[in-house]
């Protein structure tokens, strides 16, 4: 380690150090030096003189700074440079890489237990359990993490959650094939009732048209923008019915290009399916 301008001048690893590692200038003479705050540099520079080694307070010990007289003075901005802008250096390292290269001596724990983590914590890993059949009340719970501001946030009622823009599902099917979501222990005719009752963003899109003409020139697609948003909860497209998955595609494309639907049988009426192929092609 080395923190004086070393002797013989005129040589190859003296230029490096006068060039590489010089310090400043700085302090109350440079107040707009990059290093200075609040009229201090934070580097601490100019260091004091030593004439050995001793312990600092902050883990890093005091070089050994002589103040011996010498000073080298740059061209570029004149000023005169002694031991104590010098920057802790290794001669060695100066010398094979011809850099910047600061090298500190740290006695403190902290700086033990810091190269501690990094040489021995080893690669990334992750831990993999074979399980039975998926539990997907499981895989939510155990990927959720509760943190303190979100349990704050639930306890004030406050949104932990938004989206923008926001992205509502225009779900598709056919007539009296839309999903129902029910309970095990639901009385099963209670459930049919709900169910021939129930609303989805299609039949809601068919009673606004049945009731009122302002929505008929708009397609399916555009008209929550125009409108706003629908009354009820929906449903999800109904697959479970696989023969009639390809009129159900081609009932779609009617959806996205024929508007003033106010039922299935309007939409089909506006639109044969034996002639949405041309619908295909434009």
Avoid at 110 to 117: A, D, P
Avoid at 165 to 171: D, E, F, K, N
Avoid at 189 to 204: D, E, F, I, N, S
Wanted: proline share 5%; hydrophobic share 40%; charged share 20%.
């Amino acid at each position: 380690m080395s923190v004086e301008l070393l002797l013989p001048e005129n040589t190859p690893l003296f230029e490096m150090v006068t060039k590489c590692l010089l310090h400043g200038p700085c302090g109350q003479e440079y107040p707009n030096a990059p290093c200075m705050v609040n009229g201090l540099c934070k580097k601490r520079y100019p260091r004091t003189f030593s004439k050995e080694i001793t312990q600092g307070e902050d883990g890093y010990p005091v070089y050994r700074r002589r103040n011996d007289g010498r000073t080298f003075q740059k061209t570029l901005d004149g000023f005169a440079y002694n031991n104590q802008w010098v920057v802790p250096h290794n001669p060695y390292l100066t010398k094979m890489f011809n850099a910047h290269i600061n090298v500190e001596v740290s006695a403190g724990i902290r700086s033990v237990k810091y190269l501690f983590k990094y040489v021995y914590k080893g690669p990334d890993r992750v831990t993999a359990v074979i399980t039975g059949p998926i539990n997907e009340i499981r895989q939510y719970i155990d990927a959720r993490y509760l943190s303190t501001a979100e349990g704050v946030d639930s306890l004030l009622l406050f949104k932990k959650h938004m989206e923008w823009p926001l992205a509502t599902q225009l779900v598709v099917h056919l007539l009296r094939q839309h999903n129902v979501n029910f309970n095990e222990n639901e009385n099963l005719a209670a459930m049919v009732k709900r169910a021939a009752h129930q609303k989805t963003t299609l039949t809601a899109y068919f009673a606004y048209n049945a009731q009122n003409a302002n929505g008929r020139n708009v397609v399916y697609a555009d008209f929550l923008i125009m409108f706003g948003k629908f009354k009820k909860k929906f449903g999800q497209l109904d697959n479970e019915e696989k023969k009639l998955l390809g009129e159900c595609i081609l009932y779609i494309l009617l959806l996205v290009n024929v508007s003033s639907s106010a039922s299935y049988l309007l939409s089909y009426r506006a639109r044969p399916l034996s002639n949405i192929s041309g619908l295909l092609t434009t």
